[in-house]
């Protein structure tokens, strides 16, 4: 493609806050949070006008990987427990799953969960202080995805009739077609929806670790997440090659082989329920 497909891209982009399937509620939530005084009742009022929105909400902070002793009943409150950054990306992640569930691509939101799943548990190994924000990137990693598959079925279909006649990487595949990748995309949708850098930079560079300047080791938790989950064979985000592993990000993420080995026996065994959020 002629280097003009990479600004029309973009263009389409900065358009993404006028796409019908994003809601209302989503595009209000956007500009709410960067108001510095925002509470957490504010955000859960608004997010609970949209009473099936609310729900996937609640259920995926309810989910058993978080663990919390009681459940959690309200919007407001899960504000409160999750953090709100993490509650916007979960609002995100529902709207997502819908594009996703309504095209057909289940098997695009198994491999999300199971990012986000297997991303939680490296994050808690690692001790890091919001293990939860990890998760919710894992789920949003492919979001690029969505948009290049399901709003530009143009775009998807040249995507997609190329993967299937080479041994190539779908990243690559994306890159030489239009000279931009799905992580690129990925990154643009977080600025636009004024994601934090401790979501926007694992989004961008889950497949280039190295590059992350503010969260590195956000960014290679998901990375090291997404090609484990990829040699799980849990779900299919588009083709069936593993990607390259970053020993960098590897070494920042710091699994012996000990611990690799139980993270991935913990990350099977909460694969299982990965079709309870179907």
């Not at 002793?69 to 993490?86: E, M, Q, Y």
Request: proline fraction near 5%.
């Amino acid at each position: 493609m002629n280097p003009s497909g990479n600004i029309d891209l973009r263009r389409r982009i900065e358009q993404v806050g006028e796409l019908p399937t994003l809601p209302h509620v989503v595009q209000k939530l956007a500009s709410m949070i960067g108001r510095p005084n925002v509470s957490a009742e504010e955000i859960g009022a608004l997010i609970e006008k949209d009473q099936v929105l609310s729900a996937k909400v609640l259920r995926l902070a309810n989910s058993p990987f978080y663990g919390f002793p009681s459940r959690i009943a309200s919007v407001a409150h899960a504000v409160v427990v999750l953090g709100l950054n993490v509650v916007k990306g979960l609002t995100l992640c529902a709207t997502a799953f819908d594009m996703m569930r309504n095209a057909g691509m289940n098997e695009l939101w198994r491999h999300s969960l199971g990012v986000a799943m297997t991303a939680h548990i490296l994050g808690t190994k690692a001790a890091m202080k919001n293990p939860e924000e990890v998760f919710v990137a894992g789920l949003l990693h492919d979001i690029g995805k969505v948009v290049l598959y399901v709003k530009w079925p143009d775009v998807g279909q040249q995507i997609t009739a190329v993967t299937r006649n080479t041994s190539q990487p779908l990243m690559n595949v994306e890159q030489e077609l239009f000279e931009v990748t799905h992580a690129d995309v990925g990154g643009w949708l977080a600025s636009a929806w004024h994601l934090p850098t401790s979501l926007r930079e694992p989004i961008l560079h889950h497949h280039t670790p190295a590059a992350a300047q503010d969260a590195k080791l956000q960014t290679a938790i998901v990375h090291v997440a997404d090609v484990l989950v990829k040699g799980l064979a849990c779900g299919n985000p588009g083709d069936n090659l593993v990607p390259p592993l970053s020993r960098q990000a590897w070494d920042l993420v710091g699994l012996d082989a000990q611990s690799l080995a139980h993270c991935l026996a913990q990350a099977s065994e909460e694969f299982q329920t990965i079709d309870d959020y179907l």
